[in-house]
């Protein structure tokens, strides 16, 4: 494994009107830029990427993100949230419940 | 999980004359739309996904992309190798030696 948590965050911008929402360019490039700076501050980079993704087909329940191995996606994804999912889940190994989607 | 496997394939395209490699739009989406086409055919669309990511900070080795839950990285992937991958490795579960990266 190359990476110990490899963090894809979405990052699917829709046209306008479009029928299905989507997680956003600018929202997902600011979460991404926080978790990078968050990561490289606990001087992590080696063993824990975050980077930007395409759809991750769960657009109803975006801003969206997807920590592997651990297969634990994320929902509603707020700046504010970042630090905590750095520190609980990246770090600490604890999923953070109250933000975990799951679609089923 | 929600995806029983969960293929991130790069499609990062750097400026030509760029000091780095990068695995190409061209490439990459082609790769995608080629997993897609077969994943689709053999009716397993709900339980895989294949999609194209940002770069995977393994630009020497690319076109690149990576399978999880299981973190295996592949490397200079080429369209013919892609119904190995999927018939091998994302159906048959047996990870496709020949096309591994191992960056240690």
Redesign the interface.
């Given at each position: 494994?190359?990476?110990s948590k490899?963090v894809?965050i979405c990052?699917n911008q829709r046209p306008e009107g479009a029928a299905k929402p989507s997680c956003g360019e600018t929202h997902g490039m600011a979460l991404v830029t926080e978790f990078k700076k968050l990561i490289k501050e606990k001087g992590l980079s080696i063993e824990i990427?975050a980077?930007?993704?395409?759809?991750?087909?769960?657009c109803d329940f975006g801003p969206a993100l997807?920590v592997?191995?651990?297969?634990v996606?994320y929902q509603n994804v707020q700046l504010a949230d970042v630090a905590e999912i750095v520190n609980e889940h990246l770090v600490g190994n604890k999923v953070v419940q109250r933000l975990v989607?799951d679609?089923k």
């Open positions: 494994m190359i990476y490899h894809f990052t990427r980077q930007k993704t395409g759809c991750l087909d769960v997807v592997y191995p651990d297969g996606f989607l679609k």
